[in-house]
C-alpha cells in the first residue's frame, strides 16, 4: 500500500537498528520516552523494541488520553448521562473507563442514553436531531482532538443549537512532560514526541525540554520505520553532545504548528488553574475548559457534577506504568484481574494505552526491561 | 502513515465502547488520512478513508478544500492538507 509499505521496509528496518548498535556506548544505560499512546502501539504491533541493543529501553509515557482521564471525571461524566432527559456522547474507548461509580457502558446498561460518536460533529448532529433532549459531549483528548471539539463548540453557537453542551477534559501535553522531567524517581536520556500533536501546536513548544533539561527531542511519525529513525536521531544527539528538538516527521508537522487551529482552541478554550492526570496527580494549568465567551454551553455550569476525587484502585498500578517507573506486567494485576475484557486500569482499556499494547501482543520481554 | 480504518463492526451496537479496529482512531492522537469526496459545503466536506468509509469532515482548519484531495483527519477534523507528491 502506498505511503505504508515504504515505512515497513524490513531491509531498511535492519539498516536502522544496525546503525543504532553501531550509535550507541556499550557500557552506557539509555532510556526514551514515546510520550505518544500511537507511538506505544506501534513498538508493540511491530517489535520495535526488539531491534534495539539491550541498553536502549523505550519507556511509554503518558500521551494516551483515554489512560490519563482520573476516575473523578469518569464519576462525573456518568453523573451527568444519568440527568433525565440527557442524550450522552462520547469516543468508543471511554465508555469502557472505569470510575468509582462504573463505567459509563455499565451506566447505558442501567438506562442511561450513552452513544458512542467518531467525532463532536456526530454529537452536534445528534443535538440537531433532538431539539427536545440536551445532548452532552464528553470531550477528551490533547492538542491533536481539541481543535475539533473548539470548532464545533463554534459551530453549534452559531447555528444556535441550544441544546448541545460539552463536558470539557482536554488536556495540554507541556504540563505533563515538566511534571515527569521534575519527578525525581524517573531519569530519562531523551523523548520521542508526539506526531499528531504536533501538527497542531508544532515542534516549538518542546523546546523547552533541551533548553531548561539538557535532553533531546525527536517528534516522530507513526510507522516502524519512523520510529526507529527517531531513536537513532535521539541516540545521535546523545552521542554528538547535541541537544535539540528535530522534526523526523517533517512530510506532516509543521515547526510552527497549524496557526488555524490554535486560534480556534484560544477563542473557545481557557486553562483550568490545576487539573487530574491519573497517575501524575495534579499539574498546573495542564487541562482546558471553555471559556467564558462559551460559558452557556459548558455542561459543568449546566449540571451539578459531584467533583471528588476518587482514588485509584490499590491493585492498579496505571500511576507507575504511566510514568514509567515499571512496565505493564510489572504491574500485579496485568493479564489477570485486569485485562482489556474486564479492566481495573485505564492503561488497559484503550488500545493506545501501554498494557493494553503489551497485552494485545504478548510482547512480555521480562528478561531485558530495566526499571 | 498507518491507516488504521474503522470498519462495519465499528458500528456494530453489540459492540458499544470496544473499538474494534486496530487502534482507536478518535480518542488516540493519531489522525488518519482521507480523500475529499465532495464540494465544500459551510465548512463541512464528505471524506473517504482508504476502506471506502466516509464521514463528514469540518475543514476550517484547512482552508478551502477540492475534490481529490487528501487530508489528515481526526475526531472529524481535517488538521492538514497531506502532499500528494510525499506519503503522509
Known amino acids: 500500500m502506498k505511503f ?12 536502522l537498528s544496525s546503525e543504532i548498535r553501531d550509535i550507541v556506548e556499550p557500557g552506557r544505560r539509555y532510556k526514551i520516552m514515546e510520550v505518544c499512546g500511537g507511538h506505544t502501539h506501534t513498538i508493540y ?22 489512560c490519563v482521564i482520573p476516575m473523578g471525571r469518569v464519576d462525573d461524566g456518568i453523573a451527568v448521562a444519568r440527568q433525565p432527559g440527557v ?8 465508555m469502557r473507563v472505569p470510575g468509582g461509580d462504573g463505567t459509563l457502558l455499565e451506566a447505558k446498561a442501567a438506562g442511561a442514553d450513552v452513544r458512542m460518536v467518531y467525532s463532536p460533529l456526530d454529537a452536534l448532529r445528534i443535538a440537531r436531531e433532538n431539539p427536545d433532549r440536551d445532548v452532552v459531549f464528553f470531550a477528551i483528548g490533547f492538542e491533536t482532538t481539541a481543535p475539533s471539539t473548539a ?8 447555528e444556535r443549537v441550544p441544546n448541545f453542551f460539552c463536558f470539557c477534559n482536554h488536556v495540554t501535553i507541556v504540563p505533563p512532560l515538566r511534571a515527569l522531567l521534575e519527578s525525581p524517581d524517573l531519569r530519562l536520556d531523551g523523548f520521542i514526541g508526539p506526531g499528531h500533536v504536533s501538527t497542531v501546536v508544532g515542534a516549538r513548544p518542546f523546546e523547552f525540554i533541551p533548553a531548561d533539561y539538557g535532553k533531546p527531542v525527536v517528534v516522530s511519525g507513526f510507522e516502524p520505520l519512523d520510529l526507529l529513525q527517531s531513536i537513532y536521531m535521539v541516540l545521535r544527539q546523545l552521542a554528538e553532545g547535541r541537544t535539540e528538538v528535530e522534526n523526523q516527521y517533517k512530510r506532516v508537522v509543521p515547526y510552527e504548528g497549524n496557526p488555524r487551529a490554535l486560534t480556534v482552541m484560544a ?6 488553574p490545576h487539573f487530574e492526570w491519573r497517575g501524575l496527580g495534579f499539574i498546573s494549568h495542564s487541562g482546558l ?3 467564558e465567551k462559551y460559558a452557556a454551553i459548558d455542561a459543568e455550569l449546566r449540571y451539578e457534577v459531584p467533583g471528588v476525587r476518587v482514588a485509584d484502585p490499590k491493585a492498579c498500578q496505571c500511576g507507575e506504568v504511566l510514568k514509567g517507573v515499571i512496565k505493564p506486567w510489572e504491574c500485579k494485576v496485568f493479564g489477570t484481574a485486569c485485562t482489556p475484557e474486564r479492566p481495573i486500569g485505564t492503561c488497559m482499556v484503550s488500545s493506545e494505552g501501554a498494557c493494553a499494547a503489551y497485552y494485545n501482543y504478548g510482547r512480555f520481554a521480562r528478561d531485558r526491561a530495566v526499571v | 502513515m498507518t491507516v488504521r480504518n474503522r470498519d462495519d463492526r465499528a458500528r456494530d451496537p453489540e459492540r458499544a465502547g470496544r473499538c474494534v479496529t486496530d487502534h482507536c482512531v478518535t480518542c488516540s492522537d493519531e489522525g488518519i488520512p482521507m480523500r475529499v469526496v465532495s464540494e465544500e459545503r459551510e465548512g463541512i466536506a464528505t471524506c473517504e478513508d482508504q476502506a471506502g468509509g466516509r464521514q463528514h469532515v469540518q475543514v476550517d482548519l484547512v482552508g478551502p478544500v477540492r475534490k481529490g484531495e487528501t487530508l489528515l483527519v481526526h475526531a472529524g477534523t481535517a488538521l492538514l492538507r497531506l502532499d500528494v507528491e510525499g506519503p503522509p
Open chain 1, 4 to 15: 505504508v509499505d515504504e515505512f515497513r521496509d524490513p531491509e531498511l528496518g535492519k539498516h
Open chain 1, 87 to 94: 442524550i450522552f456522547t462520547c469516543f468508543g474507548d471511554m
Open chain 1, 267 to 272: 477563542d473557545v478554550f481557557e486553562l483550568r
Open chain 1, 151 to 158: 470548532l464545533t463548540v463554534r459551530r453549534a453557537v452559531q
Open chain 1, 289 to 291: 475548559k471553555l471559556s
Open chain 1, 45 to 66: 504491533k511491530y517489535g520495535v523494541d526488539d531491534l534495539l541493543p539491550t541498553n536502549v529501553e523505550l519507556v511509554h509515557g503518558p500521551g494516551c488520553p483515554v
